[in-house]
């Protein structure tokens, strides 16, 4: 069974609650859908969200870099040659999420040739995936609420923190305010989006050091080498590398050369085949990882519930799958649903990421 047909379609769903975090805002989902259609109809799904101040894309580069350079090598390749296609992408450098939702889109394919669910062809270790929720910028009580009513009504306990604010006092008391009010059994941890310098994240975890954070993610520039080094060596938290981990060759340097001892796993920058070898390096060298978030639709977040439920390795920790939440619609034909704090991985062949066509029509921008 041959790829007949690879295109990527724009579309823009607006947010009710938009997210703030250190290194931009979403008001809008404006993604791209990636569909992968084969010479027998079958049709793979995968969502891509344009991050520009973290990977520079955007929606027309991936689009374009879609469209125009993978399809036409791309079309004509058998479904189940994976390396084939691995070895088309690895052509091109950077375009992270691109190349990720067409690898995601492809294994979807090939979930329903082999009538599997995908899940189970990547690893098949557990049904559902523990959810953390991810909390922007807003002052401290209005976090505390948000979180308690997320707890309330979704049965979520562990939060993430976007932080790097200043003054960092900001972050320190939103921190405080959170741990009282949620108790000492919630789990919580600070993304700071590269927001602080070391010096600034190392006075941050002096004056958290009694609230039982779990780590902290990306609390400066990575490429100061030395001084995220330093932190890592004195922190007594883990620090987790995101946006300085994009793909295999930088996560594997990130924990080599001290700059991290902990990994944010994102299957939209990676898609499945790269995620599941940065999660078997970062296994090999006995450093824990965590499903990230990147901002992803319903779409998205199936995808990194089938990826993180199919390993051990991921299946750990929460992963981060709830901000589709803060969105006015999705393109999703079932709804996602999180119960007791879990999200269930679909029973169907594929990833399990059926698209509502009318709501595609709805929201494509490019008719
Ligand atoms: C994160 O973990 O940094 C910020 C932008 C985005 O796409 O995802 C984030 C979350
Ligand atoms: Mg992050």
Same mark, same amino acid.
């Given at each position: ?5 690879v ?24 993604? !791209? ?6 010479d ?34 791309? !079309? ?58 991810m ?19 979704? #049965?979520?306990?562990t ?9 960092i ?7 405080? !305010? ?21 010096n600034?994240?190392?006075e941050v ?11 902290l ?28 981990a994009?793909?295999? #060759? ?11 001892n ?6 939209? /920058? ?30 998205g ?11 051990a ?13 803060d ?10 649903v999180?119960?007791?704090? /879990? ?6 062949? #594929?990833?399990g ?15």
């Amino acid at each position: 069974m041959k790829i007949a047909t690879v295109e990527a379609i724009p579309y823009s769903i607006p947010y009710v609650h938009p997210l703030h975090f250190a290194s931009g805002a979403v008001h809008e989902a404006d993604h !791209v859908l990636v569909r992968i259609t084969t010479d027998d109809g079958i049709v793979g799904t995968a969502d891509t969200p344009p991050r520009p101040y973290t990977y520079g894309e955007t929606q027309k580069s991936i689009v374009a870099v879609v469209e125009d350079l993978f399809a036409p090598q791309l !079309v004509g390749l058998d479904v189940l040659d994976r390396e084939k296609v691995q070895a088309v992408l690895a052509r091109t450098v950077h375009n992270q999420t691109a190349k990720g939702a067409v690898d995601i889109a492809l294994w979807d394919v090939i979930g329903q040739f082999l009538g599997q669910p995908v899940t189970r062809l990547l690893g098949g270790f557990t049904d559902s995936m523990r959810v953390s929720h991810m909390l922007g910028f807003k002052p401290a009580q209005e976090l505390l609420d948000l979180a308690l009513r997320f707890r309330e009504t979704y #049965g979520i306990t562990t939060f993430k923190l976007k932080t790097g604010r200043h003054p960092i006092g900001l972050d320190v008391e939103a921190a405080a !305010v959170l741990r009282e009010g949620l108790g000492e059994d919630a789990e919580l941890y600070m993304d700071a989006n590269r927001g602080w310098s070391a010096n600034e994240a190392m006075e941050v975890l002096r004056r958290t050091a009694d609230l039982g954070l779990q780590f902290l993610e990306e609390p400066d520039d990575a490429r100061e080498v030395l001084g995220r080094r330093r932190l890592v060596e004195r922190s007594t938290i883990p620090i987790a590398a995101d946006e300085s981990a994009p793909n295999l #060759g930088e996560a594997a340097k990130e924990i080599l050369t001290g700059g991290a001892n902990l990994l944010a796993v994102k299957t939209a /920058r990676s898609g499945f085949t790269e995620a599941a070898k940065i999660v078997g390096m970062a296994e090999g060298m006995g450093v824990d990882v965590y499903v990230g978030n990147q901002i992803d639709t319903q779409v998205g977040t199936i995808a990194s519930v089938v990826f993180g439920a199919a390993l051990a390795h991921t299946s750990k920790r929460a992963g981060e799958l709830s901000n589709f939440l803060d969105m006015s619609d999705d393109l999703l034909a079932e709804p996602v649903v999180i119960a007791d704090g /879990r999200i269930r991985v679909p029973d169907v062949p #594929g990833v399990g990421t059926a698209v509502d066509e009318d709501k595609l029509t709805r929201y494509r921008t490019d008719r």
